[in-house]
């Protein structure tokens, strides 16, 4: 069983870069094939893909917030984390981790682990 964990600030300041870590534990087998994903809800809103990391490290990037957005991974930790630069308040949401086998992800899906969600709000 995948567990994933979201850490980080939960109010960031309109300009500032918003920086959320996931960390994995259990399922150690079978999790090279998982990408890694993160996905928010903003208030009243639908899930938002913004990226994802494979385990190998390739990166995919929403078109829409590409050049905002950039992903890594420190194995050691069993960590992935999400930078997400330039803020405003429309960036308010709940942020989730969410281990697939697929990009892309906007719908839960039988088989995928989902952190429980963190809520950020940019705000000054």
């Known amino acids: 069983q995948v567990q994933l964990q979201e850490s980080g600030p939960g109010l960031v300041k309109p300009s500032q870069t918003l920086s959320l870590t996931c960390t994995v534990s259990g399922g150690s087998r079978g999790t090279s094939s998982y990408y890694w994903n993160w996905i928010r809800q903003p208030p009243g809103k639908g899930l938002e893909w913004l990226g994802a990391?494979?385990?190998?490290?390739?990166?995919y990037y929403s078109p829409p917030l590409k050049s905002r957005t950039s992903l890594s991974r420190d194995t050691s930790k069993n960590q992935f984390t999400l930078q997400l630069s330039s803020v405003t308040p429309e960036d308010t949401a709940i942020y989730y981790c969410?281990?697939?086998?697929?990009?892309?992800?906007?719908?839960?899906?039988?088989?995928?682990?989902w952190g429980q969600g963190t809520q950020v709000t940019v705000s000054s």
């Open positions: 969410v281990a697939s086998t697929m990009v892309g992800v906007t719908t839960r899906r039988l088989g995928d682990y």
């Open positions: 990391i494979s385990s190998s490290g390739n990166t």
